[in-house]
């Protein structure tokens, strides 16, 4: 893992709310605004820039925090603009505080962790979780 990062350094990421953005669940539309869930996949894009430029060839990083406040709607068709700043590297862990705006308006704010590991480690968990879960069956 490069340690490539400081405290308070920043990532910027844009997204253009389109219509699979919506709220949805399989029984059809909530509200003709951005989702919670697709404002929090864009938040771990962006907290994920910072991971990409510090995994080493044998490395990946795997999500270990989510937390969203979700303070305004956002429209199909409006930009969001998405601020990632590192607030803490621990270990081989980053929590990264994520801003989302639409122009001056505040959409959401949270924090995501993700946690850099050895592929072969994050294989392994897999499939002692695979092997472990047929046991229960």
Request: with cysteine.
């Amino acid at each position: 893992m490069r340690q490539v990062f400081n405290i308070g350094d920043q990532k910027y990421h844009h997204k253009i709310v389109d219509k699979a953005d919506l709220a949805n669940f399989d029984a059809g539309m909530v509200h003709p605004v951005c989702s919670t869930f697709s404002l929090s996949r864009e938040m771990e894009w962006a907290s994920r820039l910072f991971v990409l430029e510090m995994l080493d060839d044998d490395e990946e990083g795997i999500g270990t925090r989510l937390e969203i406040n979700h303070l305004s709607p956002a429209l199909e068709g409006e930009q969001l603009e998405l601020i990632a700043r590192v607030k803490s590297i621990i270990g081989h862990e980053i929590i990264c505080d994520v801003q989302i705006r639409v122009a001056n308006r505040l959409i959401a704010e949270g924090i995501t962790g993700q946690k850099i590991l050895k592929k072969d480690k994050i294989e392994d968990l897999i499939s002692k979780i695979k092997k472990d879960g047929r046991k229960g069956e």
